[in-house]
């Protein structure tokens, strides 16, 4: 017989993919699903921390100026955005160390990576407006290259513990960590800077510019709500490092049906056996290239397709999510600049990006996780 791919059918993928759902896919979602989080946490937690950096190291000069210290344009666009460029590399690099190294040993790479740079971005070196900015998008690119890699790893680690039958609502509830990772950046930093408010009052800017900096604890909240994004990062390569490596890389990719028969009984009820003839028949036939003709006409239409959309989802997904900070005083959201002091500006964007996710970005998550497997890929 021969899979929808070509070759003889494995018993270790028709044992994956009829398996019923257990504790151990649950397990499995929610150690996945730890990655999306710590990514949205450290990406989208530098919105709620970026106009206190412009506070306390962009203060006007001139004591007449009737707003607060902003970032430049060069510098918010740097300090927002190099991430980003970090995510881009890092997915194109640990992608192609994922499936030559296996998911598991890449994915603690990636984990160790961001954790250590979630850190190092709150110490961000210096008291000097350019060495801290320097240092700070420094360790972000960094930070980024380590989310880029965990990004796809971690979807794909789900995608091949899953069974055919519930494979999109487990994809779909990993991604959708992403919107609770979200809604910790914001709640987060509502509670760090309340704490430090309530402990710190000062004036407006209108009524001290000056004071209403709240030195020297404003420059420890930042610092401080940048290092939490390391603490899900070290739980999450704990757990992970307890997993085995996906049975469908250790079968398909590394060859050793033994070992990935195995490694699936020792984690879910189900009885595999290895077929090591059959899996060089079936190797044989899936053998191809990523830049070939076979993989173009087996799978270039899905990959174009899934590409082009999923770009331009997130040219609106990322740019709304980094910039709504600066959308909040037109919505009414948030107060003017110049009424309020800097944790108490930070507390009212913080609380305002809180509200959009959990109203907006994280029930539209858990709707898909519902619909998927009802109503099928394409309708969703």
Not at 23 to 30: F, G, Q, T
Not at 121 to 135: C, K, M, P, Q, Y
Not at 140 to 159: K, Q
Not at 221 to 239: D, E, K, N, Q, S
Request: charge should be positive; charged fraction near 15%.
């Amino acid at each position: 017989m021969a899979d929808g791919t070509g070759g003889p059918n494995l018993a270790v993928l028709e044992a994956l993919d009829s398996a019923r759902t257990q504790m151990y896919h649950m397990k499995a979602i929610v150690i996945a699903g730890m990655g999306f989080f710590t990514d949205a946490y450290d990406l989208f937690c530098i919105s709620t921390v970026s106009k206190l950096l412009g506070r306390i190291y962009y203060q006007p000069l001139d004591s007449t100026e009737k707003k607060p210290g902003a970032l430049s344009l060069s510098a918010n666009n740097m300090v927002i955005g190099v991430a980003l460029v970090g995510t881009l590399m890092g997915q194109l690099v640990f992608g192609y160390f994922g499936d030559k190294l296996g998911r598991k040993r890449v994915y603690g790479v990636t984990l160790v990576l961001m954790a250590a740079c979630a850190i190092a971005s709150g110490l961000s070196f210096g008291h000097t407006r350019r060495a801290v900015i320097g240092t700070l998008c420094f360790f972000r690119f960094w930070l980024g290259f380590g989310i880029g890699g965990d990004y796809p790893l971690s979807a794909t680690i789900m995608s091949e513990y899953s069974n055919k039958k519930t494979r999109g609502a487990f994809i779909a509830a990993v991604f959708a960590m992403q919107g609770v990772g979200i809604i910790f950046a914001g709640l987060v930093s509502m509670i760090v800077s309340s704490i430090f408010l309530h402990y710190n009052p000062a004036p407006s800017f209108k009524a001290n510019p000056n004071l209403s900096r709240q030195l020297p604890a404003a420059d420890y909240v930042w610092r401080i709500i940048l290092m939490i994004g390391a603490v899900p990062a070290v739980a999450t390569f704990y757990w992970r490092m307890k997993m085995p490596e996906t049975a469908r890389y250790t079968a398909i990719i590394d060859g050793n049906a033994k070992q990935a028969a195995s490694d699936m009984q020792k984690v879910l009820a189900v009885e595999i056996e290895a077929e090591q003839e059959k899996l060089a028949k079936f190797n044989a036939a899936n053998n191809y290239p990523l830049l070939s003709v076979e993989f173009a006409r087996r799978h270039g239409l899905h990959l174009i397709g899934t590409a082009t959309t999923w770009f331009l989802l997130d040219i609106a997904f990322y740019s709304q999510n980094l910039t709504q900070k600066d959308i909040f005083p037109a919505m009414r959201l948030v107060d003017n600049a110049a009424d309020v002091n800097a944790l108490k500006e930070m507390f009212q964007i913080s609380k305002a990006m809180f509200l959009v996710a959990l109203l907006g970005t994280f029930p539209g998550y858990w709707v898909t996780v519902a619909l998927i497997d009802k109503m099928g890929r394409y309708v969703v």
